[in-house]
Structures are given as structure tokens and as C-alpha cells.
């Protein structure tokens, strides 16, 4: 346990100081070449002063989270397949930034692209989940300790956690810090989660590096943010939540574990259902954070109201899960 702790300390902290040395430079780097955000017209109008601000800043976020998780990692197929999971879920996420940048509009990849590739990443992942990291196709419902074996359905299920997973963390990231804030919140529990399992602790060093990267990352995204983490570091973060549910045979639990985003999704399907059944708006907005926004509620208290949500949500589950595996 003491070596494990140490290694996960080390991870945590060489991430968040990796993220504090180079984001500075690569701000820098990227106000040069005028990688700016594009704000959506339809967006708050609060946001319009955000345009220009430097995107793409999940390149650092990776950048700071791989190269200590590969130095201090065993490198196993469970911890390698988070790791390629969402290393591919970010570089899917950069090559949507970049076209954003270069059509300059906020639109960028084709639905259809981002579907084939994600469902090329959801493939790898079960391949290695079941192939070589040896994990069973039968998916815990831990609130009723009841498993259930999807069989040849398990890739399916595998593509809805990633897909979902992704989006959802993707809809959050929509006010300075806010993503950034509740993936670390995630990360932490999962840090919890892989250190009181045994042979896991390849994923709680990998946990480590993330949420190190992440707090890092937020020194310079908090509100007013110096940089925005993009499609990259959005579509990244949340391959890896999705990739370490997999891993940890949590994905059902991950509806709890990661509550904010599941409220952030769910707000955006109950606006379109019903605008399209009743042509009635639910929210001011979606996101519902945007709702909060548009109700004059300041940026820091959504954000930290909703850090709050996300502690809590984390909190509860893994209570769950630590007594699930007693029982």
C-alpha cells in the first residue's frame, strides 16, 4: 500500500506541475497564431467577450497527464486501454477544434465522423477489456447487487458509455472551469475506487495523473478564463471517466459517480423533447447551466453550486461502491 500511495502522489503532483510550468507558453503560443474560441450566436450574450480566448487547452491537460502515467505506471492492459481510450477520444476532440479554427465557425467534424470513430474507439476498448484485461460482459447493478450478462450486446452497451460519457462532459464544458472542476471530482472518486480494489493500481495512478493535469489546468480556466480546454480536452476527459467505468465494471454506477453531467445531458434531451412534442421550452436554456445564467445568477456561484452537485453526487457513490464490494 505504501508504494502504491507514494506512486500516486508523485503522479498527481508531477501532472499538476507539468500543467502550471507549460500552460503559460503554450497560451502564448496559441494567442500568436490566433487559436481563439468561436462563440455560438445562439449562446448567452454574456459569452460574445469570451471569443478569441486560446482553445485547444486539453493538448496540455494530455500532455501533462501522459507522460508521468507512462514513466510511472506497470503499464497493464486495464490501465492501457483507459490510457488509449482516452488519448484517442482527445485527439477525435482536436481534430474538431482545429477544423472550428480554420472554418472559423463552432461548428466542426460531421456527425457521421465523430460516430465511426467513436464507435472505433468503443470496439478497442472492449477488445481489450474482455480480450486481454480479462473483464466478464456481465454488468453489476450495484444498487441491488444483481448482475446482468449483455453476451454479444456488451460492445453495444460499451459504445453507449463512451458515446455518453463524452457527450456529456462535452455539454458541461460551457462556463470557465466547470468541466475541468467536476472530471477531477470524478477522477478523485475513482482514485478511491481502483485504490481499495486490489491489482488496480495501474488505473489509480492513472486517475492520479488526470486529476493532477486537471487541477492544474484549472489554475489558468478558472473564471475569467485564460484558456479554454476545447472539443480536445472535453471529448478526452470524458473517454477517460468512460474508459476507467469500463475497466472498474462501474458504467451503471457511473450514472451516480458522475451525477452533474448525467443533469447537464438529461437537460438538453428534456429541451429538445419537449419543444419538438409541445413546442414549450423547459429551460431558458440548455445546458441548464445556461438556464442558471440567463436567471442573472453570476458565473462563479453555477460554477461552484455546481462543483457542490458534483462533490456530493461523488461522494454518495462511492459509499456505494465501498459497500458493495464488503457486502
Given at each position: 500500500?505504501?508504494?502504491?500511495?507514494?506512486?500516486?502522489?508523485i503522479?498527481?503532483?508531477?501532472?499538476?506541475?507539468?500543467?502550471?510550468?507549460?500552460?503559460?507558453?503554450f497560451?502564448?503560443?496559441?494567442?500568436?497564431r490566433?487559436?481563439?474560441?468561436?462563440?455560438?450566436?445562439?449562446?448567452p450574450?454574456?459569452?460574445?467577450?469570451k471569443?478569441?480566448t486560446?482553445?485547444?487547452?486539453?493538448i496540455?491537460?494530455?500532455?501533462?497527464?501522459?507522460?508521468p502515467?507512462?514513466?510511472?505506471?506497470?503499464?497493464?492492459w486495464e490501465?492501457?486501454?483507459?490510457?488509449?481510450?482516452?488519448?484517442?477520444?482527445?485527439?477525435?476532440?482536436?481534430?474538431?477544434?482545429?477544423?472550428?479554427?480554420?472554418?472559423?465557425?463552432?461548428?466542426?467534424?460531421?456527425?457521421?465522423?465523430?460516430?465511426?470513430?467513436?464507435?472505433?474507439?468503443?470496439?478497442?476498448?472492449?477488445?481489450?477489456?474482455?480480450?486481454?484485461?480479462?473483464l466478464?460482459?456481465?454488468?453489476?447493478l450495484?444498487?441491488?447487487?444483481?448482475h446482468?450478462?449483455?453476451?454479444?450486446?456488451?460492445?453495444?452497451?460499451?459504445?453507449l458509455v463512451?458515446?455518453?460519457?463524452?457527450?456529456?462532459?462535452?455539454?458541461?464544458?460551457g462556463?470557465?472551469?466547470?468541466?475541468?472542476?467536476?472530471?477531477?471530482?470524478?477522477?478523485?472518486a475513482?482514485?478511491?475506487?481502483?485504490?481499495?480494489?486490489s491489482?488496480?493500481?495501474?488505473l489509480?495512478?492513472?486517475?492520479?495523473?488526470?486529476?493532477?493535469?486537471c487541477?492544474?489546468?484549472?489554475?489558468?480556466?478558472?473564471?475569467?478564463?485564460?484558456?479554454?480546454?476545447?472539443?480536445?480536452?472535453?471529448?478526452?476527459?470524458?473517454?477517460?471517466?468512460?474508459g476507467?467505468?469500463?475497466?472498474?465494471?462501474?458504467?451503471?454506477?457511473?450514472?451516480l459517480?458522475g451525477?452533474?453531467?448525467?443533469?447537464?445531458?438529461?437537460s438538453?434531451?428534456?429541451?429538445?423533447?419537449?419543444?419538438?412534442?409541445?413546442?414549450?421550452?423547459?429551460?431558458?436554456m440548455?445546458?441548464?447551466?445556461?438556464h442558471?445564467?440567463?436567471?442573472?445568477?453570476?458565473?462563479?456561484?453555477?460554477?461552484?453550486?455546481?462543483?457542490?452537485?458534483?462533490?456530493?453526487?461523488?461522494?454518495?457513490?462511492?459509499?456505494?461502491?465501498?459497500?458493495?464490494?464488503?457486502?
Amino acid at each position: 500500500m505504501g508504494s502504491i500511495s507514494g506512486r500516486v502522489l508523485i503522479a498527481g503532483t508531477a501532472s499538476l506541475l507539468m500543467c502550471l510550468f507549460l500552460s503559460p507558453k503554450f497560451i502564448e503560443f496559441l494567442r500568436r497564431r490566433e487559436f481563439g474560441q468561436n462563440i455560438r450566436e445562439e449562446g448567452p450574450q454574456g459569452h460574445k467577450t469570451k471569443a478569441g480566448t486560446p482553445t485547444m487547452g486539453g493538448i496540455i491537460i494530455f500532455l501533462a497527464f501522459a507522460v508521468p502515467f507512462l514513466i510511472l505506471s506497470k503499464r497493464g492492459w486495464e490501465s492501457l486501454g483507459v490510457f488509449g481510450g482516452a488519448v484517442a477520444c482527445a485527439l477525435l476532440g482536436f481534430a474538431d477544434d482545429y477544423t472550428k479554427i480554420v472554418r472559423r465557425r463552432s461548428l466542426g467534424l460531421r456527425a457521421r465522423t465523430k460516430l465511426v470513430v467513436t464507435v472505433a474507439i468503443s470496439v478497442g476498448l472492449w477488445w481489450v477489456a474482455t480480450q486481454k484485461a480479462g473483464l466478464p460482459s456481465a454488468i453489476p447493478l450495484t444498487f441491488i447487487d444483481v448482475h446482468v450478462d449483455l453476451g454479444p450486446l456488451f460492445p453495444v452497451f460499451i459504445y453507449l458509455v463512451v458515446a455518453g460519457t463524452t457527450s456529456a462532459v462535452n455539454l458541461t464544458d460551457g462556463l470557465d472551469g466547470l468541466a475541468a472542476g467536476c472530471a477531477a471530482i470524478v477522477l478523485v472518486a475513482y482514485i478511491g475506487i481502483t485504490f481499495i480494489t486490489s491489482d488496480q493500481a495501474d488505473l489509480t495512478v492513472l486517475a492520479a495523473c488526470l486529476v493532477g493535469a486537471c487541477i492544474g489546468f484549472l489554475w489558468f480556466n478558472s473564471f475569467p478564463a485564460s484558456i479554454f480546454m476545447g472539443d480536445t480536452g472535453s471529448l478526452g476527459l470524458g473517454g477517460a471517466i468512460a474508459g476507467m467505468a469500463i475497466m472498474t465494471k462501474t458504467e451503471v454506477l457511473l450514472i451516480l459517480l458522475g451525477g452533474i453531467f448525467v443533469i447537464e445531458a438529461l437537460s438538453v434531451v428534456i429541451q429538445v423533447l419537449s419543444f419538438q412534442l409541445f413546442r414549450k421550452r423547459v429551460f431558458l436554456m440548455a445546458p441548464i447551466h445556461h438556464h442558471f445564467e440567463l436567471q442573472a445568477w453570476s458565473e462563479t456561484k453555477i460554477i461552484l453550486r455546481f462543483w457542490i452537485v458534483a462533490v456530493a453526487c461523488a461522494a454518495i457513490a462511492f459509499t456505494v461502491y465501498r459497500l458493495s464490494i464488503r457486502g
